[in-house]
Structures are given as structure tokens and as C-alpha cells.
């Protein structure tokens, strides 16, 4: 339960990385400082729902299938 919940969180976390970069590049002045002062709440909601996906991941068999192959590796 631990390995696809930690890949879960870094799937999240590059694509805020990935998002925060681009719009670091795209955006200046007054819009990149509400971003920067915005990024930690948004990070903590996004990073809450995706602790919320994991039961529903689960429920459609997108995490047994990532535990199976993990399994596999050990052995």
C-alpha cells in the first residue's frame, strides 16, 4: 500500500514541479507573486486529493496492478 501511494505522490508532485516552472517562465510581476504565495495551499490541497484517489485506483484495479508487479520484483 506504501510503494503505490509513493508513487502516487511523485506523479503529483513532478507535474506541480513541471506546472511551477512553466508558469515561473510564462508569468512576471504581480501574477507570479500570488502564484508564489498561493503554491503552498494548493500543493497541500492537490496532495490531499490525491490521497483521496487511492481507495477509487484501488477499486479499479490501477494500484493491485502496480503491487503485482512490485511483488514480482522482490522475489
Avoid at 510503494?3 to 512553466?22: D, N
Avoid at 507570479?32 to 487511492?54: G, Q, T, Y
Amino acid at each position: 500500500m506504501l510503494i503505490p501511494l509513493l508513487i502516487w505522490a511523485l506523479i503529483v508532485s513532478s507535474a506541480l514541479i513541471a506546472f511551477g516552472m512553466g508558469a515561473h517562465a510564462l508569468l512576471g510581476g504581480p501574477l507570479r507573486e500570488m502564484l508564489r504565495e498561493r503554491s503552498r495551499s494548493v500543493l497541500l490541497f492537490l496532495s490531499s486529493m490525491s490521497l483521496l484517489a487511492v481507495p477509487f485506483l484501488e477499486q479499479i484495479g490501477l494500484l493491485e496492478f502496480s503491487l503485482s508487479r512490485v511483488g514480482q520484483q522482490e522475489e
